[in-house]
């Protein structure tokens, strides 16, 4: 049997974070990719600190910034034959319009765009393994709003619009990667961890606002633990969870937008135009 490989986006913080720490029990090397190496540093750490066995090796990767997602996929390409599980967790949220460094809004390029062209490097290592699995953390804010052209730089910004699309994105995302590739046994769960108090949106959302959405929505959140459940139940169950949306652990149909198949296929190829990719 080959060493058992997860790749995580997004492990030094809030969902991702207790998500791997369950994880790193079960597989034999984690790659955490992340954006702040000494962050990613202590939780190596941490890791290690629970589970001696464990090998945790560090990839700088910025989801925003598509030439850093290119520098650590080609990394990881160069290092590893193989990947059984790619979780892509990593997400922000912002209340004021930003742009990436490519000049794309900032939430569809750190939570669909980087995330796309990520998985599109990694699939090949991902098939090349005995799990072959892909999880996709999308939000039910997929419902917000259905996706709008321009898709990936929209003229007015809304923060729960701009949100909603980028996690609707990643929904096409999850959707398109099992069409395409569950024929080739590929195991792809979208998932929808529930509201959680995390600091998602900490940085970038206005402290007045913050400390009301937070109060307002603390009775109804999840705990952390409950969060990481979801994408740790997807990865550990994959006979449950093969190809469908888990809602807080509930496999559930996808809703409105969701299944406008019409306008995946428009958004999908949009992206595969602007990546400069000719297919997924
Ligand atoms: N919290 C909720 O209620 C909720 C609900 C539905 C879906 N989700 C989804 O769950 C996922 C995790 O969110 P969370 O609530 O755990 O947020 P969080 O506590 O803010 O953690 C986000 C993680 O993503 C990383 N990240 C952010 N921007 C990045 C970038 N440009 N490049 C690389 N990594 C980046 C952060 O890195 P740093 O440590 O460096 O900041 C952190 O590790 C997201 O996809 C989010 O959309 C959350």
């Known amino acids: 049997m080959s060493e058992s490989i997860l790749a995580i986006t997004g492990p030094t913080a809030g969902i991702g974070y207790g998500a791997v720490k369950v994880l790193a029990q ?4 984690i790659l ?18 629970a ?3 464990v090998t945790v090796d560090l990839i700088k990767c910025d989801l925003s910034d598509l030439a850093s997602v290119r520098f650590a996929a080609e990394m990881i390409k160069n290092r ?32 669909y765009l980087g995330h796309f062209l990520l998985t599109h490097e990694l699939v090949p290592l991902v098939l090349n393994s005995e ?23 929209p ?27 569950s024929g080739q046994g590929l195991n792809v769960t979208a998932v929808h961890p529930g509201l959680v108090a995390t600091d998602i949106g900490k940085n970038n ?42 809602d807080k652990g509930i ?8 299944s406008d198949f019409a306008m995946r296929r428009s958004f999908i190829d949009a992206t595969l135009e602007e990546l400069d990719l000719s297919a997924l």
Not at 26 to 29: A, E, G, L, V
Not at 105 to 111: F, G, K, Q, V, W
């Open 26 to 29: 079960s597989f034999d090397r």
């Open 80 to 111: 590893y034959t193989h990947i059984d599980c790619l979780i892509n967790n990593a997400g922000m949220f912002t209340n004021a319009k930003k742009e990436s460094p490519d000049g794309y809004e900032l939430m569809m390029a750190t939570n």
């Open 51 to 53: 589970k001696a066995e």
């Open 205 to 246: 959302v206005d402290p007045r606002i913050e400390t009301l959405v937070f109060k307002l929505l603390k009775p109804f959140s999840a705990t952390l633990e409950e969060g990481a459940q979801t994408i740790v139940s997807a990865v550990e169950e994959p006979d449950k969870y093969r190809g469908v949306f888990s």
């Open 131 to 153: 799990r072959k699995q892909v999880i996709v953390v999308t939000s039910n804010a997929y419902k917000a709003a259905p996706m709008a052209e321009p898709f990936f730089k």
């Open 155 to 181: 003229k007015r910004f809304s923060m729960v619009k701009g949100y909603g699309r980028s996690k609707l994105g990643t929904l096409y995302l999850a959707q398109e990667l099992h069409e395409q590739y």
């Open 251 to 258: 496999v559930k149909p996808v809703e409105m937008h969701g």
């Open 32 to 49: 955490l990719l992340n954006r702040n190496m000494e962050k990613g540093e202590k939780l190596k750490e941490e890791l290690l600190e």
